[in-house]
């Protein structure tokens, strides 16, 4: 059915299939600047060779059919034109952008990103709606997904707004690239978050931990202390390189690209962190482009996983039948809330441990300040 506006103006004529030297879907629509009917042609003998003929066929069918629908709705093919590609499947650009994405990210995180696409991509088939087009895909839809995979999946209130940021930002890549104009998870609202509680490791455990290293794994005892003393996340250490290490002046530089935050810092060494790294390594020995952390915990030139890291962590935990809690990344927050209870500002704090705010180094304090109870508050007079 034509749609006739109060002008008595035609606002489009229907699409339709047209397969004689072209395979293309022809169909009119109101310009809205030049005012009259204009012809819209989309061409699809690129997809012969790579559709059999029965899927091109339904394939072709679906565009038009979805395209009557939003012309009968009120769209406007030339106001939406700025979207050339809202028509592309969903799941040919997520694909799309994971290829986009490995290029620039390191493997954890392209290991992360590429389970949110998938877990999408399963919740799509799980609907029958694979073949999905990214303009189909709606508000509600995305509600929908969200509400499942939290019920499904089991999702605490922390993971979910971390599912919500990705496909928040995967939708943000769709729009920069053309592929729609609105973010459908744009107006959601994220859960609120329990405070993230944090395991500080006792002296005494750490005695233990450290004389279990220097009996079975020395270099494992160093990357424990680069976590502790100098506030080296271990992602970032295992991407440490020879020619990093300052020791003269005692510190090692974290290039943007192999830093969290993708900011070049400065990691800090105590003279006795210098002391070990020279002993359990012979860094004259290798080439400056080696990595410090490699395969078995030894210089190599090429770096260790750091869920091989884990592993080492693990068995530490396990021999020595450590809580579960205990991570590697505790002896971070460790660190931190001792230099807090050592009376070293905050801002000092925020600069060592490459935070973004002050903010954030409070949320390591994990016990009141005794030296504040007995040195400050007992000042406060009555």
């Known amino acids: 059915m034509n749609t006739i506006n109060d002008n008595f103006e035609l606002q489009y004529i229907p699409a339709r ?30 997809l012969k060779t790579k559709m059999n003929k029965t899927d091109l066929i339904r394939h072709i069918r679906k565009i038009a059919n979805d395209i009557n629908i939003n012309l009968a709705n009120g769209k406007n093919p030339f106001i939406e034109a700025e979207t050339p590609k809202s028509y592309n499947k969903l799941k040919d650009a997520i694909s799309t952008f994971l290829k986009m994405k490995e290029r620039d990210m390191r493997p ?12 999408l991509n399963v919740w799509l088939l799980d609907h029958k709606m694979q073949d999905c087009f990214i303009i189909s895909f709606t508000k509600e839809m995305a509600l929908e997904m969200m509400n499942e995979l939290a019920l499904s999946d089991g999702l605490n209130n922390r993971t ?7 496909y928040r930002s995967l939708w943000n890549w769709f729009i920069s690239n053309y ?48 976590v502790r003393a100098s506030f080296i996340r271990p992602k970032e250490i295992s991407l440490i390189q020879i020619k990093d290490i300052d020791l003269f002046n005692r510190v090692i530089t974290i ?3 192999k830093s969290k935050t993708h900011n070049k ?36 030139e090429k770096h260790i996983n750091t869920r091989d890291i884990d592993k080492f962590w693990s068995k530490i935990r396990t021999d020595l039948e450590l809580g579960m809690e205990m991570q590697l990344y505790s002896y971070r927050d460790t660190g931190i809330t001792a230099l807090e209870e050592n009376g070293v500002p905050r801002s000092v704090i925020q600069k060592l441990t490459d935070h973004k705010t002050e903010r954030m180094v409070g949320k390591y304090v994990s016990a009141p300040n005794k030296d504040l109870i007995d040195k400050v508050v007992c000042k406060i007079k009555e």
């Open 17 to 46: 299939i047209c397969d004689d030297k072209e395979l293309t879907i022809k169909y009119y629509a109101w310009h809205p600047t030049e005012c009259k009917l204009k012809r819209v042609v989309m061409r699809f003998n690129h």
């Open 108 to 119: 954890d995180g392209l290991r992360s990103y590429t389970s949110y696409c998938k877990k």
């Open 160 to 166: 979910w707004n971390n599912h919500f940021a990705f």
């Open 179 to 226: 592929y729609c104009k609105n973010n459908v998870f744009s107006n959601f609202e994220k859960k609120r978050e329990a405070e993230k509680f944090r395991i500080i490791i006792p002296p005494a455990t750490h005695s233990r931990v450290a004389a279990y290293c220097k009996e079975k794994m020395p270099n494992m005892e160093i990357v424990i202390d680069l």
């Open 255 to 257: 290039p943007a690209e």
């Open 265 to 300: 810092r400065f990691a800090y060494l105590p003279e006795w962190l210098c002391a070990k790294i020279v002993d359990n390594f012979e860094l004259n020995s290798f080439p400056m482009d080696y990595y410090l952390i490699g395969s078995g915990l030894k210089p190599n």
